[in-house]
């Protein structure tokens, strides 16, 4: 069983790797954020199956934290990105202005 969920696990990073690259080659900021979200969440099912193929509770643990700060990131690309917009906004406005 525990080859199994190796295997699984290697599958699961090959195809976030093959993911990875047609998502970070987009143009904008959201593709690149995509990308991130991809990479995190592979790498939690990556833990959590490698934890449970070795009986690791510590991979459990990591996987969790890992959860967290991806979360918190969204977050974090979401404020940051409607704070670049509305600055673009409030320039173009002055802009139309003169």
Partial sequence: MAD?????A???VLMV??????VA??????ERM?????LGSGAIGALLLFGA??????MFDVALTLALLSAFASIA????ALRQD???AADDATEGSR
């Fill in 53 to 58: 193929a070795s009986g690791e509770r510590a």
């Fill in 4 to 8: 199994f969920l190796l295997s699984a």
């Fill in 10 to 12: 290697a599958f699961v």
């Fill in 17 to 22: 790797a093959l993911g990875l690259v047609r």
């Fill in 34 to 38: 995509m990308a991130a979200q991809l």
């Fill in 77 to 80: 690309f979401v404020k940051f």
């Fill in 86 to 88: 509305e600055k673009v």
């Fill in 25 to 30: 080659r987009g143009p904008g900021r959201a």
